[in-house]
């Protein structure tokens, strides 16, 4: 799995020129450079709001992989999974639609899902407009 998604927004004229201004003046190597410094600087003024978060509502941070003898291991017990990640959740190759939607109660990612898209389409996960 890639570690890292394309991100694209746009700034205005004058926020740009000044971060083109810090890159030749050498703090930073590049626009791209800058960019993830200033999220990484956010990230970390939000980072105990989003571990309360997280362990309050019992996510997963980071990435979640799953497979089928899990799931059938939860649809035996009669206990489905509430599935709630923060970051990556990868369903494996060897989880079937109909798998999945039996031990499965729930999904909520903020991040991406992975999964064959017979598996994606059965929780209608739909892609994200840019």
Do not use: C, W
């Amino acid at each position: 799995m890639p570690d890292t998604e394309k991100v694209s927004f746009n700034l205005s004229v004058v926020d740009l020129g000044q971060v083109d201004l810090l890159v030749e003046l050498g703090f930073y190597s590049s626009r791209t450079d800058f960019l993830v410094a200033a999220v990484r600087n956010q990230l970390q003024s939000h980072s105990t709001t989003v571990r309360q978060t997280v362990e309050r509502q019992s996510m997963v941070l980071g990435a979640a992989v799953i497979g089928r003898e899990e799931l059938e291991r939860r649809v035996e017990t009669g206990r489905p999974l509430d599935i709630r990640v923060v970051g990556v959740l990868k369903l494996e190759d060897d989880v079937t639609p109909e798998l999945a939607r039996a031990a499965i109660h729930a999904v909520s990612v903020f991040g991406k899902f992975r999964a064959r898209p017979e598996v994606l389409a059965a929780f209608e996960v739909q892609k994200p407009t840019k």
